[in-house]
Every structure is written in C-alpha cells, then in structure tokens.
C-alpha cells in the first residue's frame, strides 16, 4: 500500500504517544515491539513466588535480557528508578545466568542518581570482571531508532493501524491505481494521446495557474491510467469513480467555491493528507483527478466545447 512521505513521521508520532504512557502501558508497549524485533523473544509470566526473575524479556537464546519500567508519576521518581534499576539488574543477576547483554528500557526522566547506579553496574562488570556483562539504557527514542524505526511498513501497520495514506481517503479503491503510478521510471509514456487540459475549460473554471501547471504534469500519465481502467477485472469500476468524484466535488462546493481549494480537498480524498510530501504521490493525485476533470466528471464544460449537453455538474446555489 502506497504511503505518503510523512509516513515516517506519522509512525514516530504514535510511538511517542505510547511512551507518553505510564506504568503498565508503556512496558506492553515495550513487549509487543520487542516480540515484533526479536523472533525468539520470550517475556516471562510471574510464576507464584518467584516473580519474573526481574525479567522483562529474552532473547537472543537467553543471551540478551530486558528489564523495563514505566515511570509512575511521584514526587521521588528519579530515586525509584535509580532503586529500580538497582533491584532489577540484581534479581535478574541471581536468577538468570545465560545473558551477557542487560538492557534497561525506561520513559522515565533519567537524573543524576539513576545515572550513578547505571554507570557503577557497568563498572563493576567490566572486561575483565568475573561475570563481564554489557550494559546498556535504552530510552523511549533509542527505542525508535533501534526497533521500532527499523520495522518494515506491514509490521508498523500492525502495531499503529490507520496510517497515513490509508486513513481518510474517500475513494480507497483508488490506492491501487497510485501504487500503480508510482513508478521509480520518470520516463514519460509516449503511445497515449497526451494532451495538455483544455485552456477553454481551465479558463472557465477560473483554475489558478499552479493548477493547471499540476494538470498538465499529472496528465502525462493519462495512457497509464487509461490502461489500468482497461485491465481491470471490474468494467463499472471507471464509471463508479466518475459518480464517486461527481459526489466529492459537490461536497467540495459546499464548504469553498475557490478552484485551487476544491481542488486541493480532491486531491486529499483520492491521496491522503500530507500527500504533496511525496512527489510522485504528489504527481500520482495530479493525474487523477486531473484525469476525471478532462473527462467532464469534474467542474464545468464550457458550453462552446458540447453546445449540446448542459453543465454535466450541476452547480450549487451561490452563498
């Protein structure tokens, strides 16, 4: 599925907003993109008396432990964490003796006193020690640049549904077509009739010149969408998106009647918000619509281009 180039950001975002989390939410959160990373990862149930173990999470064959902890809104938060890390790294020292690598994946603030007890485990199990451990913080962002930042889009998709490019675009079964059009080739086809739109009807509809310049570039890819229209295993398909962007226009008119800003509210429906972040996806919307609009499903036809047909959108009363 074709996504727009704020995707990356996007899927940032709804990272942070769960290590905005406290207590138990953020550390599911830990364990579910952990189990994502690793394919082995195993996170303890507490067995009875025993606890976890302070373990948060194996992987690696054992080789790698995660201890994690949610910061709990208190007065004395960088002590608990310091007696955190402390008492983890401890309980999981005593009871697991496969690890080599301690991780401790934290959202909360990280001060002075938590960094004195980090450093002196570190120390004390250094190359050379009688058991040499790595031991490593990993914080909410070091979490996204390690994990989660790495994850391919399916993955992403699983954990943050609704991503952008997806999300609020009216004609979904057009994401195909823009898959379809974005093409790493810049190669221009040549065995279509590519035309530029017809000044008469950019002119009568008053569209502004950087529309009509978006026209004429996404127009070029008017033989591939005319191909795509003509494989596919739907023949309504073409005329379902011809009424379907007959009824988004009429939307459009209802709350603007300038042209770039109905314009602009098409393109979104067809290619998400943010799309002009992406150029292909960019020049992807341009086509389309620009597609449906040399069509006459879209705006007015100049009475002198089709004498006899009316206006094949009818207007809407002026405000």
Not at 95 to 114: C, I, L
Not at 162 to 175: M, R, S, Y
Not at 186 to 195: A, K, M
Not at 269 to 277: K, L, Y
């Amino acid at each position: 599925m074709l996504l727009t180039a704020n995707w990356r950001d996007w899927y940032h975002f709804r990272h942070q907003q769960e290590c905005f989390k406290s207590g138990a939410g953020f550390e599911d959160y830990v364990s579910l993109v952990l189990g994502r990373f690793h394919d082995d990862f195993v996170n303890p149930d507490p067995s009875g008396t025993l606890g976890d173990g302070g373990c948060d999470g194996l992987a690696e064959s054992g080789t790698l432990f995660y201890a994690c902890y949610g910061q709990r809104p208190a007065r004395s938060a960088e002590r608990e964490l310091a007696a955190k890390i402390g008492s983890d790294f401890a309980r999981g020292l005593s009871q697991w003796d496969s690890f080599h690598t301690w991780k401790f994946v934290t959202n909360a603030p990280v001060g002075p006193e938590s960094l004195k007890v980090l450093t002196g485990l570190q120390q004390a199990h250094i190359l050379g020690t009688e058991r040499p451990l790595t031991i490593r913080l990993v914080k909410s962002e070091d979490l996204w640049v390690e994990v989660v930042g790495t994850f391919e889009t399916s993955i992403l998709n699983e954990i943050f549904p609704g991503a952008p490019g997806t999300a609020n675009v009216e004609l979904a079964d057009l994401l195909p077509l823009l898959d379809a059009l974005d093409s790493s080739s810049v190669v221009v086809e040549s065995g279509g009739d590519v035309r530029p739109v017809p000044a008469t009807k950019m002119d009568f509809n008053a569209l502004p010149a950087a529309s009509r310049l978006e026209f004429n570039a996404g127009r070029l890819l008017a033989p591939r969408i005319d191909r795509w229209y003509e494989e596919s295993s739907d023949p309504s398909l073409y005329d379902a998106h011809g009424e379907r962007f007959r009824a988004l226009y009429q939307e459009a008119r209802s709350v603007t009647e300038v042209p770039a800003e109905i314009l602009e509210r098409l393109y979104v429906s067809v290619a998400g918000a943010n799309f002009r972040m992406d150029g292909k996806r960019a020049n992807a919307a341009f086509a389309v619509v620009s597609y449906f609009f040399d069509s006459c499903h879209i705006f007015k036809t100049p009475p002198e281009e089709n004498p006899e047909v009316t206006l094949e959108v009818p207007d809407v009363a002026t405000h």
